[in-house]
């Protein structure tokens, strides 16, 4: 009876730990959504010579806002929130769930430890969660199709996964996954165990209580973590979920359109990228990148961390 007791209460704890942090990351993303179409241009911004005026962050997120208005700004924020409801509920979770597995204290576990686990969470939750991030990238993309002259792809997030279906195949969902797992691997390898570390740190250390000070000071340290390890993985997986596949009979008019295929593979669009614009592009929209990953943590953590604690749940 204790043993069926116990089961019943971790199931509803995970299942309430699950609706928490999809609720934190709703709300991280909407937040700051416009820094993450900033960086997607930045990334797409010189892609195969594609001429154009060479912008940085602030006047990439002013061009946009001035040829596309507010709007352009929040292209494809539905994708994006659908994608963090699974991502960020799963990669958060079962870090926590392994965690435990290793041992009984978390403060026990050293720092590899928890970065291999953040990474296999990491890649969990976002090869579950991929088709969403497609989408989202696709959306975001289109703003340069219009200002080109060109229709948008698509009309909305249910027409895009419609027609990326049709014409791409259920497999075509999972365009860029090779890189996409790749990034949420290092991404997570640097976030989950960084903020983890750094907030058993500061507590030792007598600096913060388990407080909002403590997850201020965590939350930045992984996103700057993270965004070093990742952001050439991003901008491999943000150019190759970019692409779509044309009719090889159509090859000339393809070529001639932004989204036509480049890339045969993560690593030909590595080599490709840093043959054309250098070792540079690697880190094309760190910057927003970096200031996006901060506040967005910065809002998950806190939000998170509270509403834990308002369910009555222990931290983080």
Known sequence: MASASAQAREHNSLGLRLLLTSASAVVSETMTFPLDMTKTRLQLQGE???????RGAVG??????????????????SPAVLRHTFY?????????QLRNRFDDDKHNLSVTRKALIGGVSGLIGQLIASPADL???RMQSDGRLIKMGHAPRYTGMADAFKKIVKTEGVRGLWRGVGPNVQRA?????????????SKQFVIQKGWFNDNVGAHTFA??????TATILSCPADVVKTRMMNQVRHDP???AAAAARPDAVFYRNSLD?????????????????????WTRLGPWQFVFWISYEQLRRLAGLAPF
């Not at 195969?48 to 060479?54: D, F, N, S």
């Not at 509920?89 to 079962?94: A, D, H, N």
């Not at 490709?272 to 690697?282: F, N, R």
């Open 185 to 197: 691997f290092l991404v997570n390898t640097g976030e989950l165990s960084c903020y983890d570390a």
């Open 249 to 251: 009979t159509s090859s």
């Open 60 to 77: 990439m997120a002013t061009h946009i806002l001035r040829e596309e208005g507010i709007r352009g700004l929040y292209r494809g924020l």
């Open 88 to 96: 960020t509920s799963i990669r958060i979770v079962t870090y926590e």
């Open 269 to 289: 669009c590595l080599v490709k990228t840093v043959k054309a614009e250098g070792v540079g592009a690697l880190w094309k929209g760190f910057f927003p990148t």
């Open 219 to 224: 939350s930045l340290m992984s996103g700057f």
């Open 135 to 137: 989408v989202k990238v």
């Open 48 to 54: 195969m010579g594609q001429g154009g005026v060479k």
